[in-house]
């Protein structure tokens, strides 16, 4: 069972580069979400879908970019990468309820 | 939106400690509620969940009571061991998105 699969695992960027993390879920769920994990500030939400096409901010969308295209597919742009964005990025999907985690992408901007 | 607040460690406890993670939320209508835990350099997985008032989840020797006169969700377990050294989140989940705190840090210590 696949899960949810994000890709890729670790990124290096330069400061103003252009990157898209991808989140594939295998479970027919209709709700996806990016999250954002940084020390001392726990887990902070990006951007989240309710369902194919569709798509909203959440706390802390700013700089980041977001499509729903196909229903098991869930992308995180970043158009021009700055420093403030190196960190730890988590895909979650849902039906109702409980939320099931990717195994993380850490990405990193010099 | 739903709002949580945890203490946020760490907690350090020696192996078959009592250990409680206090929680309180704020949310409107009746929230489900959840605990997940992330293991070290992994994503976040559930824990236990209670839909309803006065329903206790438990999972793994952990337990937590829905309280809704008090708006609490405290995590407890009768004795820990080395391997439950992990982060914490506690969540309340009213609707689409689902908003993490910061967790709680414990390491139990041999």
């Known amino acids: 069972n696949a899960g949810v699969t994000q890709t890729p695992k670790f990124r290096v960027l330069k400061t103003g580069q252009s990157m898209t993390l991808l989140c594939a879920q295998d479970?027919?769920?209709?709700?996806m979400y990016w999250y954002r994990q940084d020390p001392g500030m726990g887990l902070r939400l990006i951007h989240y879908?309710?369902?194919?096409?569709?798509?909203a901010k959440g706390e802390v969308p700013d700089g980041y970019n977001v499509s729903r295209l196909k229903k098991q597919n869930f992308l995180l742009g970043l158009e021009s990468a700055a420093p403030s964005q190196t960190s730890v990025y988590f895909c979650?999907?849902?039906?109702?309820?409980?939320?099931?985690f990717g195994e993380g992408s850490r990405l990193t901007v010099l | 939106g739903d709002s949580v607040t945890q203490m946020e460690g760490p907690v350090t406890l020696s192996e078959e400690a009592f250990l409680t993670i206090n929680c309180t939320y704020t949310?409107?209508?009746?929230?489900?509620l959840f605990w997940y835990v992330q293991y070290p350099g992994e994503g976040l997985q559930l824990l236990l969940k209670a839909t309803k008032a006065d329903d206790k989840g438990s999972n793994k020797g952990f337990e937590a009571t829905y309280r809704k006169e008090t708006t609490s969700f405290h995590l407890e377990k009768g004795s820990v061991q080395v391997s439950d050294s992990a982060v914490y989140f506690c969540a309340p989940n009213s609707g689409y998105a689902l908003n993490f705190g910061k967790g709680t840090s414990l390491l139990v210590t041999p």
């Open positions: 879908s309710v369902g194919e096409g569709t798509t």
């Open positions: 479970m027919n769920h209709e709700y």
């Open positions: 949310a409107t209508g009746y929230p489900s």
């Open positions: 979650a999907s849902a039906n109702t309820g409980e939320l099931f």
